[in-house]
């Protein structure tokens, strides 16, 4: 992976958050909806806020890329949302969408899945006004360093959150759990860390630039988690099919969701 490994400079220099959103997330072709993911991660982030009740005064959104979709039941739940990112172009395009920007990409169809699973009776737009009030901004964020908000130190947070980000982030199976370390000193003891990662993945196509992925088994998964301080509370894996189009653009077999306590510091 050393070799072939694209850095946080490339991202900074390369990652296109548009064409990323139009490959993965697109309502009819995208690579992650058609393959299930995300109506999965949404499904358990529901659960998780709704359900088991995780809540709080702040959650950070580690890695949120150019996407809002994460955020929208955590905004029921936290008093506040913060958003950290490495690359300029994700923090702007974020800060762009939750605003709902003419030719942002359009996450209408998300929304309103995400209104169903709640029952409240909520409307695309009382969603979007409640996600831009509880996110008050997004900073710049590293997850390598021993404080990823470096130089910034903030008090401890009752959530972390990174969905598709780590795999990205991280060279080696030594860095990934060093970053797990890292995202802990955010989190105050008994506080939430909640996952998402795609399982098995070498690379994924994105903007017409190919990126390297680490590959994540769930007994990896499970150990560096447990390993790190943390009490597992839900853990679930969905399959995906194979359709070769799709698996040469990104070639993951499965996706794995965590939500995991925070019981000790390492």
């Known amino acids: ?13 390369e990652f296109d958050p548009r064409g990323y959103l139009d490959t993965y997330y697109d309502p009819k072709s995208g690579v992650l909806v058609t393959d299930g993911f995300l109506n999965f991660a949404l499904r358990k982030l529901h659960e998780t806020f709704a359900v088991r009740g995780v809540k709080g005064e702040t959650l950070i959104d580690i890695g949120h890329g150019p996407t809002i979709y994460q955020d929208l039941s955590a905004c029921e739940c936290f008093k506040e949302i913060i958003g950290a990112d490495y690359t300029d172009r994700n923090r702007e395009y974020y800060e762009r969408s939750l605003r709902n920007e003419p030719g942002t990409f359009d996450w209408t169809s998300t929304i309103k899945y995400v209104c169903e699973l709640e029952g409240k009776g909520s409307t695309v737009e009382d969603k979007r006004k409640k996600l831009k009030n509880t996110v008050t901004k997004t900073i710049k964020c590293d997850v390598t360093k021993s404080n990823p908000m470096a130089p910034l130190v903030l008090p401890k947070v ?12 991280c060279k080696d199976l030594d860095t990934y759990r060093n970053v797990l370390k890292n995202l802990s000193s955010l989190l105050k003891i008994g506080g939430h860390l909640i996952i998402t990662e795609i399982l098995n993945c070498t690379t994924f196509l994105s903007g017409g630039k190919r990126f390297s992925c680490l590959t994540l088994t769930e007994d990896f998964m499970r150990k560096a988690i447990t390993e790190t301080g ?6 679930e894996v969905i399959s995906r099919e194979f359709d070769k189009d799709k698996y040469d653009i990104c070639d993951h077999d499965s996706s794995l969701f965590v939500l995991a306590r925070k019981v000790q510091d390492v």
Do not use: H, N, P, R
């Open 1 to 13: 992976m050393d070799a072939d490994f694209t850095g946080k400079e490339t991202y900074q220099d």
């Open 158 to 169: 009752d959530c972390i959150m990174t969905l598709g980000c780590l795999e990205c982030a």
């Open 230 to 235: 943390f009490a597992i509370v839900d853990l």
